[in-house]
Nanobody, 123 residues
Framework: QVQLVESGGGLVQVGESLRLFCVASGRALNNYQMGWFRQAPGKEREFVAFITWSGTMTTYADSVKGRFTISRDNAKNTVYLQMDSLRLEDTAAYYC????????????????WGQGTQVTVSF
């Protein structure tokens, strides 16, 4: 079992930055590939970013490419999502998730999920 806890969300203005944290407990995080997803009210949960267990490969949704950066520190059992140049449409609850599958973008491919952290972007 892996328990994931997200933090770092909050209320920011357009163009500002936030850094999200996902701390894992239970099994060591370096056994898993990690993803970030987000879900806005009335919408389906969508893929944001993915990172391999070693951190050597990352992929991003087109909507965040060039603005968001996923990274990890396995020694700290932590995955990060640096979000720059935030837009109104980035407002959502953000979730981290763990999977054994490479390059996974579908929610169904993930085994463990955190409870989410809210990010709200305003003018």
């Amino acid at each position: 079992q892996v328990q994931l806890v997200e933090s770092g969300g909050g209320l920011v203005q357009v163009g500002e930055s936030l850094r999200l944290f996902c701390v894992a407990s239970g099994r060591a995080l370096n056994n898993y590939q990690m993803g970030w997803f987000r879900q806005a009210p009335g919408k389906e949960r969508e893929f944001v970013a993915f990172i391999t267990w070693s951190g050597t490969m990352t992929t991003y949704a087109d909507s965040v490419k060039g603005r968001f950066t996923i990274s990890r520190d396995n020694a700290k059992n932590t995955v990060y999502l640096q979000m720059d140049s935030l837009r109104l449409e980035d407002t959502a609850a953000y979730y981290c998730a763990a999977t054994k599958l490479y390059g996974a973008r579908r929610t169904s491919y993930y085994d463990y999920w955190g409870q989410g952290t809210q990010v709200t972007v305003s003018f």
